[in-house]
Each structure stands twice: as C-alpha cells, then as structure tokens.
C-alpha cells in the first residue's frame, strides 16, 4: 500500500540548520508531484512547498523562500526538506504529501505521512 | 499570499446539514477549479474530501459536497454524524504556482 514516513525532526536551536526526510513506497516516486505542510502547534495547516513530478520546478511559501530547498532523490524513494536558518516560528509538524493532480494544481495531496515535529528553541 | 477566509467554527446537530464557506480572490479560488477540503482529526494527518472543487475520492461518503461560486467555495456535509467532528481545510491553488490553505473551521457536532 501506499505510504510516506516522515523523519528527521527534533529541537534545534534559532539559526541552525534541519533535513527531514520523507520515505515514500507502494507508488512509483518519479511520476509525482511532492509537497511539504507544516501545522504549528495548535495552528492551521500551512502550506510549504512543492516538487514537481518531472522535476522541473519548485515552489516555496512566501515564509520559507531563500531558507528552505526541497529536492528529492527516485533512486532511494526519498523527499527531503533542507531546512536553514531556522527560526522559532518554523516550530510544527512538518507533513509530507503526494500531489495526485495530473494537471499540477495541487488539487488533491493524497496520502500524508504522519508528520514529524521540529521544535526551534534556544 | 494570504490565507483563504473561513469560519472559526460551526456546529450541528446529529443528521442535520452544515455548510462551511471558504473565500479568496481572483488569483485562487476564483480562477481555477482547483478547490480542494481536508478533514484533520485531533492528533491525525490531514484527510483529503473533496477536489477539484466537486469531486469526492472513490470509496468516500456521499454526504460530504463541494461547490463554488465566484471567489468563494463551500463544502455541505449532509447527515452529520458524530464522527464528522474534526477540523476542516480548504485549499487552492494560485496564480504564482502555489497553494494556499484557509485557516481552518472547527465543526462541533453537538
């Protein structure tokens, strides 16, 4: 079955830097388009970037751009999130999702993984 | 690019019908039917519902439906029951390739 698992968070201080990991099985990585979400505690769902299927273009929130580059590796089945100078409002759950929209209009993130927390506090 | 607009909360009553708006502009909801809604339980990854502003993932139920008018998108889950209490999101995709969540709307069935 499909599924994506999500690693790589913990408690890192202010201006420090994070990878997080999204393993991904049961579907063939290269034909999808990948997204991160991140969800502050007790907060909204968040938009945080995108990775097209044919690899051509990423996208960023407005929040994170010039601080954070997601990549992906199909050998491996593997999506990262590099992320740098990190900041206390870059604390939440951090969820992977794959785009299941032919059209790339991120009409429809299906499955998430579970998410895992990053916690940026000195 | 700022988040969709949506109600803080609704609530109803066990079999009843509830509608939870979502509003943006002409850059995302408004021009593309690339609507999408999500259901978050407590402590869960988010759930997709419904997408491409109608359509519902094969297999789900039938008393959840999305529309849109304009800039702004609803989603109507008809015969609530109890387990439909859960937070809920919409999306949209934007003009600058992005996507960009409403605030979420905590629905009570009371």
């Known amino acids: 079955q499909v599924q994506l698992v999500e690693s790589g968070g913990g408690v890192v201080q202010p201006g420090t830097s994070l990878r997080l990991s999204c393993v991904v099985s049961?579907?063939?990585?290269?034909?999808?388009?990948m997204h991160w979400v991140r969800q502050a505690p007790g907060k909204g769902l968040e938009w945080v970037a995108v990775?097209?299927?044919?690899?051509?273009?990423?996208y960023y929130a407005d929040s994170v751009k010039g601080r954070f580059t997601v990549s992906r590796d199909i050998v491996r089945n593997i999506l990262y999130l590099q992320m740098n100078s990190l900041r206390a409002e870059d604390t939440a759950v951090y969820y992977c999702a794959r785009d299941m929209d032919i059209n790339s209009r991120y009409s429809r993130l299906d499955p998430w993984g579970q998410g895992t927390l990053v916690t940026v506090s000195s | 690019q700022s988040a969709l607009t949506q109600p803080a909360s609704v609530s109803g009553s066990p079999g009843q019908s509830i509608t939870i708006s979502c509003t943006g502009t002409s850059s995302d909801i408004g021009g593309y039917n690339s609507v999408s809604w999500y259901q978050q339980h407590p402590g869960k990854a988010p759930k997709v519902m419904i997408y491409d502003v109608t359509k519902r993932p094969s297999g789900d139920s039938n008393r959840f439906a999305g529309s849109k008018s304009g800039n702004t998108a609803s989603l109507t889950i008809s015969g609530l029951q109890p387990e439909d209490e859960a937070d809920y999101y919409c999306?949209?995709?934007?003009?600058?390739?992005?996507?960009?969540f409403g605030g979420g709307t905590k629905l009570t069935v009371l």
């Open positions: 999306t949209s995709y934007t003009s600058d390739k992005k996507l960009v």
């Open positions: 990775f097209w299927a044919d690899g051509s273009q990423e």
């Open positions: 049961g579907f063939t990585f290269r034909n999808y388009g």
